[in-house]
């Protein structure tokens, strides 16, 4: 299997849309049945041998501890008791209406009631449209969605062993239901003092000076999937430094700037694996250096925080 196949947006742009939305039905119960965690880190899906999932989660009023799963293979999403009670639905030739009163009637069905504190889109073009009554997003290719899973699992995989070689605060490589990027964070302790008119989303996410690092699928302002990572805030002069491989460039973000390596300029590399992880690696240096952070005591070679414990014997 192409560790990296084609993901043009222009070919599952109508599938991508209709998916987004059915997540981001999925991620609100998410967030409405599991408790606040720092960073938001309760929020983003996680990946599966299958699909996707949200982990975990038991309803605000004591009901029974469930899990919702997107399964890529079987083209379903399953909603699982702990006592083992399933209820499952299929994906394809379903609009977001549709999706989102199926997912409701699912958890009915197991006794489970979650209410959806704002149930319509977040940060997208229709947010002010709820989901029970969009029928406009109803594409759902199998083959294409079960691509999105395949190269989210490869670039997980890829941003796993890169966590390995940091020893300090990081999120879990996890996948964001609202931006629909994959991503994982490095923190440094530093508090951030946000503005005021920042909406608490953005305040919460960025309280500490972070660099991240993760995988989008492209969308309307960036047409191509793409590798990217930012520091925020920005140092001075981030977007002088060298990254790695030639291909990768700094792309102005309004005041800030992207580390941006795109998707297919990755798989023209010889070993795309082995550009994405240098890229990657520069972005951080890049960032850190500028930030100040202790680069040499926060490194975890091979994933070891022992000094004294060589790799062979773990």
């Known amino acids: ?4 196949p084609t993901m043009p947006l222009d070919q599952w742009r109508d599938t991508k849309e209709t998916l987004h939305r059915f997540t981001q039905v999925v991620g609100k119960i998410r967030l409405a049945a599991s408790p606040r965690r720092n960073h938001w ?32 293979v079987g083209h379903q999403l399953v909603v ?31 006794g489970i009631r979650v209410d959806i504190d704002v149930p319509r889109p977040f940060d997208l073009p229709d947010t002010g449209r709820p989901f029970a009554e969009d029928t406009e997003h109803a594409a759902y290719d199998p083959a294409w969605a079960n691509r999105y899973w395949q190269v989210l699992s490869q670039v997980a995989s890829v941003l796993e062993e890169f966590a390995a070689g940091f020893s300090g ?19 440094s302790e530093r508090h951030v003092d946000q ?11 960025y309280s500490r000076e972070v660099i991240s690092f993760g995988f989008w699928f492209g969308d309307d302002n960036f047409a191509e999937p793409a590798f990217y990572s930012y520091t925020a805030p920005e140092p001075a002069g981030l977007a002088g430094e060298p990254l790695r491989p030639t291909a990768a460039d700094w792309v102005a973000r309004g005041d800030s700037h992207l580390a941006v390596l795109g998707y297919d300029a990755a798989r023209a590399e010889p070993d795309p694996r082995a550009a994405v992880l240098a890229f990657y690696e520069s972005a951080y240096q890049a960032g850190a250096s500028r930030a100040g952070w ?11 925080t022992d000094p004294h414990l060589p790799f ?3």
Request: one cysteine or more.
């Open 1 to 4: 299997m192409d560790p990296f």
């Open 41 to 72: 880190w309760n929020a983003p899906f996680h990946l599966t041998g299958r699909g996707i999932t949200t982990r975990p989660m038991r309803p605000a009023d004591g009901g029974p501890l469930f899990t919702i799963d997107f399964d890529f």
């Open 80 to 110: 699982t008791t702990l006592d083992g009670r399933a209820e499952s639905f299929p994906l394809v030739g379903r609009s977001v209406a549709s999706f989102h009163d199926s997912t409701l009637a699912a958890l009915a069905a197991l």
């Open 169 to 187: 605060k990081v999120s879990p490589v996890h996948h964001f239901w609202h931006t629909f990027d994959i991503a994982h964070t490095r923190f």
């Open 195 to 205: 503005p005021p008119q920042i909406d608490p989303v953005t305040r919460e996410a």
């Open 294 to 304: 202790d680069i040499a005591s926060l490194a975890c070679p091979g994933g070891i």
């Open 312 to 314: 062979e014997q773990v």
